[in-house]
């Protein structure tokens, strides 16, 4: 950034909203709606050697919830309260990380099988 301390204040806010536009990163998303059944079966269907298509990463927490938890996030669903979206990201492989939700999606693989 350049020296702020020889220009106007209305020059320096010019300034930083071009640095900010400059270095903002545009993200590309897309919203895709999927049954539960096609969720839990991406996320079961190769899930022992890894090969899952729908994949918990490394980064994220075990499986924590209680029984009571997963219950009530069970009933929500049966009583059509809406349910937070699921994040997914793509990686270079073609399978999707689990970013948020994956204490759902295994709270559902639970409870369907």
Same mark, same amino acid.
């Given at each position: $950034?350049?020296? %702020?301390?020889?220009? &106007?204040?209305?020059? /320096?806010?010019? $300034?930083?909203?071009k640095e900010i536009?400059?270095?903002? !990163?545009? #993200?590309?998303?897309? @919203?895709?709606?999927?049954?539960?059944?096609? +969720? #839990?079966?991406?996320?079961? =269907?190769?899930?022992?050697?890894?090969? =899952?298509?729908f994949f918990v *990463?490394?980064?994220? !927490?075990? /499986? #924590?919830?209680?029984? =009571?938890?997963? &219950?009530? /996030?069970?009933?929500?669903?049966?009583?059509?309260? *809406? @349910? *937070?979206? +699921? /994040?997914?990201?793509?990686? &270079?492989?073609?399978?999707?990380?689990? #970013?948020?939700? %994956?204490? !759902?999606?295994?709270?559902?693989?639970?409870? +369907?099988?």
């Open positions: $950034m350049k020296d %702020s301390r020889n220009i &106007s204040g209305e020059a /320096f806010m010019n $300034m930083l909203e536009d400059d270095q903002q !990163r545009n #993200v590309a998303f897309d @919203i895709k709606e999927y049954t539960i059944e096609i +969720i #839990v079966q991406k996320y079961l =269907n190769g899930l022992e050697k890894d090969e =899952n298509e *990463p490394e980064y994220q !927490r075990e /499986f #924590v919830w209680d029984e =009571n938890r997963q &219950s009530r /996030f069970i009933e929500s669903l049966m009583i059509g309260l *809406p @349910i *937070p979206y +699921i /994040f997914l990201a793509e990686t &270079s492989e073609g399978r999707y990380e689990i #970013v948020d939700g %994956s204490q !759902r999606i295994r709270t559902l693989a639970a409870y +369907i099988y």
